[in-house]
């Protein structure tokens, strides 16, 4: 598709203005959440608390990736340095992650989106599924089963620091990196509230995040139209989001996927207007806008 078929190229531009006032707010709101979370189960510690905020906790490290992906497309803050810092020491790393990595392979992603040369392909090519399959997904995801792979994964990078081979220390950097942010996680909560704290921070990551991630590949890609068309509206979905959702599933509006593929460049806090921009211009008419997670789950795994 052709966007200044809909949009000005004036209109266009201003859509991929990066702005560090609304970066810096959507990254301190992240923080202020898990900040008050903490703080909160240590002021009342009990089972009820320690869920929620396995949950609450969740959902900003799925945030906190949102925001790593905005630095790895260069999009969140104007400055390349500041998205390389922030993208790696307060969204990568807190979040299991390393920025260089991931937006190496992320931007494989955009570039053979559509083909069979996808990276991400496996996460949604096989949908619709049964519930039965979906359900054992589930299972695994909230179990922490999914979860221990990852992180036995991520140990597991560490064992080339020690090598003589370079290659092998410099493919263990970027898990260096990940596990440093998760030891300064650790030092802070001992000095400030309580070390047992990120014992909940490791669960909600674990079982919670593993779950909202699916979700939200699911609500993406899965059951597209077409995984093979080069249009994005044939193989990418916007999805519409409640608070709740955008909690968990849906944090720092992930939500406009099909806007994103349409234009990486804008950032995440341009893509709702985006969004309403295309909208109000009818490059959607014959595209379906899924009301809720709900509902977009319910067609890549039909009864």
Not at 49 to 54: D, E
Not at 84 to 103: T, V
Request: proline share 4%; aromatic share 12%; glycine share 6%.
């Amino acid at each position: 598709m052709k966007i200044t078929d809909y949009i000005s190229t004036q209109e266009f531009m201003a859509l991929q203005q990066r702005s560090n006032v609304k970066a810096l707010w959507m990254l301190t709101l992240n923080w202020a959440m898990i900040i008050a979370t903490f703080v909160v189960m240590h002021r009342y510690p009990n089972p009820a608390t320690i869920v929620l905020g396995a949950f609450l906790l969740a959902g900003r490290i799925h945030g906190l990736g949102v925001i790593m992906h905005e630095c790895g497309h260069n999009i969140f803050f104007k400055q390349t340095w500041l998205n390389k810092f922030a993208g790696q020491w307060l969204a990568a790393g807190p979040a299991f992650d390393d920025l260089e990595s991931y937006a190496a392979q992320h931007r494989k992603h955009h570039q053979m989106a559509g083909t069979h040369e996808d990276p991400d392909l496996g996460n949604y090519q096989a949908y619709p599924i049964s519930k039965t399959s979906f359900r054992r997904k589930i299972i695994r995801d909230l179990t922490g089963q999914t979860g221990l792979k990852l992180m036995a994964f991520k140990l597991m990078g560490l064992k080339g620091l020690f090598s003589t081979d370079a290659d092998q220390r410099k493919a263990a950097v970027p898990f260096a990196k990940l596990w440093l942010s998760q030891l300064i996680i650790i030092g802070v909560l001992h000095v400030t509230l309580a070390a047992w704290l990120y014992l909940v921070w490791l669960g909600g990551m674990m079982t919670f995040h593993m779950l909202a991630v699916r979700l939200r590949q699911v609500a993406e890609h899965a059951s597209a139209p077409d995984h093979f068309s080069k249009d994005p509206r044939d193989n990418t979905r916007t999805t519409q989001t409640n608070w709740l959702t955008r909690l968990w599933i849906g944090p720092n509006h992930v939500n406009y996927h099909l806007e994103h593929h349409i234009a990486a460049g804008v950032p995440a806090y341009n893509l709702k207007a985006f969004h309403e921009l295309m909208v109000e211009r009818g490059a959607y008419q014959e595209t379906r806008i899924f009301k809720g997670y709900g509902e977009v789950i319910r067609h890549a795994v039909p009864a």
